[in-house]
């Protein structure tokens, strides 16, 4: 394989759990008190997505606007907090010493993702990425992993995903790519192998180890 799409929040940067006490913040603001773990659930899902799936047609309706910008702000004050995962940028780095196209792919609004290229320092290392910008339907929707695709004129039979979970191996896989997974999503093995992962590891250094034991080697 020659082209290595690499899932950014989560995978890259550690803001799943960011992400889901933002939402809580944002629903419980709305007065809908929703338990973390359930929200957990959903992190990986498109944020546009999200109100629906936790709630319903209705609340979606006459609040998903709301909840979302609420969301944004009350992740925003989180933002600094987040770290990288640790091997992240070595992942990047060995892939572009092994003669590898790298796209970092995100459905973020852009300047989330320049927060998290500069927090990776992965402007001149990475060939290119993606921004909500890139994206009409998210996740578990394929359009993330065919305009990274696109990006650098890849064929789905060029490339693996890497992610972090089952919204990522569902949305490549709708895509005809392969995923490579790891845990740092707080996802299980089975449920990211049941979601059609063709391998799964317990970090990204991990995957950076057994890198050679991969499509990416």
């Not at 990047?92 to 790298?102: D, F, N, R, S």
């Not at 089952?166 to 999503?185: F, I, M, Q, R, S």
């Amino acid at each position: 394989m020659t082209v290595a799409i690499l899932d950014i929040d989560g995978t890259l940067v550690d803001t799943n759990y960011h992400h889901a006490i933002a939402w809580y913040r944002a629903f419980r603001q709305h007065e809908i008190v929703l338990p973390i773990w359930r929200i957990h659930r959903h992190i990986g899902m498109g944020g546009d997505q999200v109100v629906a799936a936790l709630t319903d047609d209705r609340t979606e309706n006459e609040q998903g606007d709301d909840i979302r910008a609420a969301e944004k702000t009350l992740y925003f004050q989180l933002i600094e907090e987040v770290q990288p995962m640790a091997g992240a940028r070595e992942l990047i780095e060995q892939l572009k010493a092994h003669g590898h196209t790298v796209v970092l792919a995100s459905s973020a609004k852009a300047d989330e993702v320049d927060h998290y290229l500069d927090l990776l320092d992965a402007r001149e290392l990475a060939d290119d990425w993606t921004s909500s910008a890139d994206v009409e339907s998210t996740k578990p929707a394929p359009d993330l992993v065919s305009s990274a695709l696109e990006k650098v004129g890849a064929s789905p039979d060029d490339a693996v995903m890497v992610g972090d979970t089952p919204w990522d191996v569902e949305a490549a896989g709708k895509a005809g790519v392969k995923t490579l997974a790891v845990l740092t999503g707080g996802f299980a093995v089975s449920e990211l192998e049941e979601a059609g992962a063709a391998a799964v590891f317990e970090s990204v250094n991990e995957l950076c180890e057994k890198l050679g034991e991969t499509p990416l080697r």
